[in-house]
């Protein structure tokens, strides 16, 4: 038996569309995963699940607006009427605006929080009936490395995903006699539409990433698929409440 074999599995990818979220569904359905695409762009949802389809079982996108609770319960109720079941969750959906904290508005704290965070639980909590009751169910929530270290510039950001550290570790003890195993994986610098406008923003940021980073490079979204197939087949059931680095030795480096 190969413990990474997904073959008969469902699962669900917010921010399925493009860049880490595409990467680990393209992983995922290799490994032989049906996967829901769920995002908020129709048209990259579309190219995404055109994509998925040369070697997924199956794939079909959802629109989802990561903003309430109800939206996330919709989304899965949804995939379960399609597909009849949800194995695996992948909370990739995630949103940031770049200022110093004295700017942060209301507003920007609000959406920040509520799409990185919020939205993680609310997914979670809709697909764990489900997971429960099949015994079994994988989550895996997309962190990074401002759930460990700080920046001038990303305050809430940095909240959100310092929450969904801690979150995560809190699902996984609540969840563990369930089967459901819940971890996180923590990505470094990676080459991704979101990172481009950090590096416009950001001066000298690809100098002083591939400076820190011991792998001397930027990470490719497909960097991510091994750990995601890993943290969502039977290889990893006993490994939950873990935070695993793909960040090239970036969070290694003093």
């Known amino acids: 038996m190969n413990p990474f074999d997904l073959t008969g599995r469902v699962a ?41 389809s ?3 079982a199956r794939s079909r996108f959802y629109s989802f607006h990561a903003s309430s609770a109800s939206s996330c319960r919709k989304l899965v109720e949804r995939v379960i009427g399609d597909f009849g079941k949800c194995d695996i969750l992948i909370n990739n959906a995630g949103t940031n605006k770049r ?5 942060i ?10 799409v990185n965070l919020s939205t993680a639980l609310f997914c979670a909590q809709a697909v764990y009936p489900h997971m429960k009751a099949a015994g079994c169910g994988k989550i895996l929530n997309i962190g990074s490395m401002y759930s460990l270290f700080g920046a001038p510039t990303v305050a809430a950001y940095a909240a959100s995903k310092g929450g969904l550290l801690q979150l995560t570790r809190s699902l996984a003890s ?11 994986i923590l990505p470094g610098w990676i080459d991704t539409d979101l990172t481009r406008r950090a590096r416009e923003q950001v001066a000298d940021l690809h100098g002083y990433v591939l400076a820190r980073t011991p792998a001397g490079r930027w990470g490719e979204p497909d960097d991510l698929a091994g750990a995601a197939v890993f943290l969502c087949s039977s290889a990893s059931d006993f490994v939950t409440g873990a935070a695993l680095p793909v960040d090239g030795g970036y969070s290694a480096r003093g």
């Open 12 to 52: 669900i990818v917010t921010g399925g569309n493009g860049g880490l979220g595409l990467a680990m569904a393209r992983g995922l359905a290799r490994a032989g995963a049906a996967i829901a695409v769920a995002a908020r762009d129709e048209n990259k949802g579309r190219l995404a699940v055109k994509e998925l």
């Open 54 to 56: 040369a070697f997924a």
């Open 99 to 103: 200022k110093p904290p004295e700017e």
């Open 105 to 114: 508005t209301e507003q920007d704290w609000h959406e920040i929080l509520d």
């Open 174 to 184: 609540a969840w563990a006699p369930d089967n459901i195993q819940v971890n996180a």
